[in-house]
C-alpha cells in the first residue's frame, strides 16, 4: 500500500495503469528507483558535509617522517592539528585564524603564503584601502588579475608575449593586490593602462607606469624605430615631431623604399 501510494503521488494516470498491471516485483524496483532519484540531489549535498566535517573533526595520523606544523604561525593562521592527506592535494591541516576562524588548509598554501588568512586579512586591506582613497577597486583589480594571469597561466591567450618570454611579476604583488594598489595608485582615467617601462622587463617596481593606449602602443618589440640625427624614436613618435604627412603614408614610403628623412618631410600631393 505505501509503495502504491508513493506511486500515485509521483506518477500521471498512463504510468499508474500501466504499473498496476505490473507484477509486484517490477513495482518494488520501480518504486526504489523513484526515491532514489528523489532524494538523490538530497545525498550528494549530505555527502559533501559529512566529508567535510570529517576533514576537520575527525583528524588522522600524521605521516612517519613528516613535519609536524602543530603551534607554528602563517600569516593570521595557528595550526592546530593535522586532518588528512589526499593523494592529489597533499596534506592538510585544521588551523585557527586570529579572527577566531577554524578552517582547513593545504599544506602547500601555508609553506607558500598562499593562505595567510581565512580571508579577515584582505578585507581589512581593502577597506583601508578604499577609505583612504574613496574609490571602488574594481578596474585596479581587473587589471591587477590580468597581469598575473598573463604571466602565469599557459592557458591564457597572452602567455606567450609575457610568461612565454619570461616576464613575470614580483612576489610582493602577486600575493598582495593591495601592495600593487598602493604603488600604482589609482587609474587616472578609463583610457588608462598598465605600462612596462622596460619591454622586456618584469611587473615590479621601478617598471610599471599608467600610460595611454596610444602611448602604450608605442612601447611594442613591434615598433619600428628609426635614428634621426643621432635620436632614436618610434616612427609614430617621427610623424608627430614633422606633422607634415600621416603615419599610414609614411610607413607606405618606407616599404617603397624611401629613406626615413625624405617619407617624413616630402608633403603629399594629390594626384
Known sequence: MIIMGFLNRNCDSTRISQTVNLPLFVCLVMAAWLITVEISSEQGCLIKKMRKIKRKYLAHTLPENAENLTQQRFGRWTVIAFSNSEFKHGKFWL??????????????????????????????????????????????????????????????????????RGIKICDEWKNDFIAFANYIGKKPSPKHEIDRINNNGNYEPGNIQWSTRSRNSRNRRSNLLFTIMGTTKTLADWVDIFSITKYTLVYKRINMGWTIEKALTKPHVKP
Not at 97 to 109: A, I, K, L, P
Not at 122 to 132: D, L, P, S
Not at 140 to 153: A, L, N, P, S
Open 95 to 164: 588551523c585557527k585564524c586570529q579572527c577566531g576562524q577554524e578552517s582547513v588548509v593545504m599544506q602547500s598554501h601555508l609553506k607558500t603564503g598562499k593562505s595567510l588568512s581565512c580571508g579577515c586579512l584582505q578585507r581589512e586591506k581593502t577597506t583601508k584601502w578604499k577609505t583612504a582613497n574613496g574609490e571602488p577597486l574594481r578596474s585596479e583589480r581587473k587589471i591587477w588579475t590580468g597581469i598575473i594571469k598573463r604571466c602565469t597561466d599557459p592557458s591564457n591567450i597572452s602567455f606567450k608575449n609575457y610568461g612565454g
